[in-house]
């Protein structure tokens, strides 16, 4: 499998630009996560879905930041209009609960960049 | 509410040396406690993993990682340094399994080993 895949790697914008982050789960995980890493904040959970079905979207900074899952693989997160400060890289992981301690599979991460 | 402390942001060793970063954990429930290794412009790997199995949990790479719950710690060891060690260290805690639940993370220690 080629494991978590995300798009873009790399993102400048300006501000007030909006800005979609894309990321394809390994096939076959029924659930996918949004982190965010900062130097200030470190890793921090955003958003998780279920069967494609938002769980915990008590991450979320505010309404600026929203997700989506069409269908078992993709996801997006956009930010709409974007800031300086939500310049961090964004991660993507996905799992197959079946169990207690399963591992979840981070993709390389997209670093975005708002100017 | 759950958290996790790593103490010390910068650890240096010696090639060869032993390998020592720490991590403290609050929890509410008995917890499922992970460490994640990330590789410069790189995402997460997963070393190892504590599910209540075996409190000594071996890991890849020479790692290793003892809960004890009395200090509520799990710290992560290796025997003797090697370059490749060389990378940022999370320790994560889950009260739910951790593939069906977001993860708390530590801040991360960079890792630096000297020639």
């Known amino acids: 499998d080629a494991g978590v895949i995300q798009s873009p790697r790399h993102e400048v914008t300006e501000m007030g630009q909006e800005v979609t982050l894309r990321c394809k789960p390994i096939?076959?995980?029924?659930?996918l996560f949004w982190y965010r890493q900062t130097m200030m904040r470190g890793l921090e959970l955003l958003i998780y879905f279920n069967n494609n079905v938002p769980i915990d979207d008590s991450g979320m900074p505010e309404d600026r930041f929203s997700a989506k899952m069409p269908n078992a693989s993709f996801s997006t997160l956009k930010i709409q209009p974007s800031e300086p400060r939500d310049s961090a890289v964004y991660f993507c992981?996905?799992?197959?609960?079946?169990?207690?301690?399963?591992?979840?599979?981070f993709g390389p991460g997209t670093r975005l960049t708002v100017t | 509410a759950q958290s996790v402390t790593q103490l010390g942001s910068h650890v240096s060793v010696s090639e060869g040396a032993l390998v020592l970063l720490r991590c403290n954990y609050s929890?509410?429930?008995?917890?499922?406690l992970f460490w994640y290794v990330q590789y410069p412009n790189q995402g997460l790997q997963l070393l190892l993993k504590y599910t209540s199995a075996a409190t000594l949990v071996k890991g890849i790479n020479g790692f290793e990682a003892e809960f004890k719950k009395s200090e509520t710690s799990f710290h992560l060891t290796k025997p003797s340094a090697h370059m490749s060690d060389a990378a940022e260290y999370f320790c994560?805690?889950?009260?739910?399994?951790?593939?069906?639940?977001?993860?708390?993370f530590g801040k991360g220690t960079h890792l630096i080993i000297q020639p």
């Open positions: 096939s076959g995980h029924d659930y």
């Open positions: 992981a996905s799992s197959w609960a079946q169990g207690v301690g399963d591992e979840q599979y």
């Open positions: 929890s509410s429930v008995p917890p499922y």
């Open positions: 994560a805690v889950s009260e739910s399994g951790g593939g069906a639940d977001g993860l708390t």
